[in-house]
């Protein structure tokens, strides 16, 4: 993102972010301690706005999980205790 110096200081970000993460960078850096945890709590909730969680659907696993005939079948190792 470009920036376009303006009136005060202000900038316009367009599209190049080569300049913008440095840009953000500096902006942090001049921050008190407490205010660049809160920007950092700030990006951890927008990160998990724009990640969707895949919920599954009941019999998604449907044919994926194959149990042998004699599963419920004693085990030998098993055959002095019962």
Same mark, same amino acid.
């Given at each position: 993102?470009?920036?376009?110096?303006?009136?005060?200081?202000?900038?316009v970000?367009?599209?190049?972010?080569?300049?913008?993460?440095?840009?953000?960078?500096?902006? $942090?850096?001049?921050?008190?301690y407490?205010?660049?945890k809160? *920007?950092? @709590?700030?990006t &951890? !909730?927008?990160? #998990?706005?724009?990640?969707?969680? $895949?919920?599954?659907?009941?019999?998604?696993?449907?044919?994926? *999980?194959? @149990?042998?005939? &004699? !599963?419920?079948? #004693?085990?030998?190792?098993?055959?002095?205790?019962?």
């Open positions: 993102m470009k920036l376009k110096n303006i009136a005060m200081n202000q900038a970000i367009q599209n190049n972010s080569n300049v913008l993460l440095p840009f953000l960078y500096g902006k $942090i850096e001049q921050l008190p407490e205010m660049q809160e *920007v950092s @709590l700030f &951890d !909730f927008l990160i #998990s706005k724009t990640t969707t969680q $895949i919920i599954p659907k009941f019999g998604s696993l449907k044919g994926k *999980v194959i @149990l042998s005939a &004699d !599963f419920d079948a #004693s085990l030998e190792d098993f055959k002095d205790y019962m």
